[in-house]
């Protein structure tokens, strides 16, 4: 398994911008994608921070959106 970003611990809670900079450089490792497919998560979902990186993740793609189920 790739690892991508790391950081944190048991005692860290990670901010927006941590969320945003480890997508931004997961994004450059990988590559930006040509087409994306946004599949955020429900509301039993909603402690893990999903629906807020999912929210980044529309902001850092934008164009490259093609939907969102």
Same mark, same amino acid.
């Given at each position: ?6 950081? +944190? &611990?048991? =005692?860290?809670? /990670?901010t927006?911008?941590?969320l945003?900079?480890? @997508? ?5 490792? $990988? +590559? &930006?994608? =040509?087409?994306? /497919? ?7 979902? @909603? ?5 807020? $990186?999912? &929210?980044?993740?529309?902001? /850092? ?9």
């Open positions: 398994m790739t690892i991508y970003f790391e950081a +944190g &611990s048991e =005692s860290t809670s /990670l927006s911008d941590d945003r900079r480890a @997508l931004e450089e997961s994004f450059a490792k $990988i +590559g &930006s994608p =040509s087409k994306a /497919l946004l599949l955020p998560p429900d509301h039993t979902r @909603l402690f893990s921070r999903a629906g807020e $990186i999912t &929210s980044l993740c529309y902001d /850092l793609l934008k164009d490259k959106i093609t939907d969102i189920m």
